[in-house]
């Protein structure tokens, strides 16, 4: 049984900031690769950032998110500046996971709202 949960979500003026996190737990091995996402409402779910072999950033996000992981507790943050209306979206986490039982597995989080508005 493995597990990712987001947390971090809210309500924040625009130009603030806000931190997501990401913690994958469970039976796991390794997690070569994880990324954010992002649903608003009324669209299709994009792909916001990375971190696998290297970390990359949708164009819409580069320069105001960073995003950085803390292996040891299979964590991966969304640091979010400059905050915009639009982005206002619920943000997932993917997770790729080496489980105990010697098999590669995708999973995703629940999903956690962010709300930029004044």
């Known amino acids: 049984q493995v597990q990712v949960v987001e947390s971090g979500g809210g309500l924040v003026q625009p130009g603030g900031s806000l931190r997501l996190s990401c913690a994958a737990s469970?039976?796991?091995?390794?997690?070569?690769?994880m990324d954010w996402y992002r649903q608003a409402p009324g669209k299709e779910r994009e792909w916001v950032a990375g971190?696998?072999?290297?970390?990359n950033y949708a164009d819409f996000v580069r320069g105001r998110f960073t995003i950085f992981r803390d292996n040891a507790k299979n964590t991966l943050y969304l640091q979010m500046n400059s905050l915009k209306p639009e982005d206002t979206a619920v943000y997932s986490c993917h997770a790729v996971v080496n489980t105990l039982d010697m098999s590669l597995r995708s999973y995703w989080g629940q999903g956690t709202q962010v709300t930029v508005s004044t």
């Open positions: 469970g039976s796991i091995v390794s997690v070569p690769n």
């Open positions: 971190s696998g072999g290297r970390t």
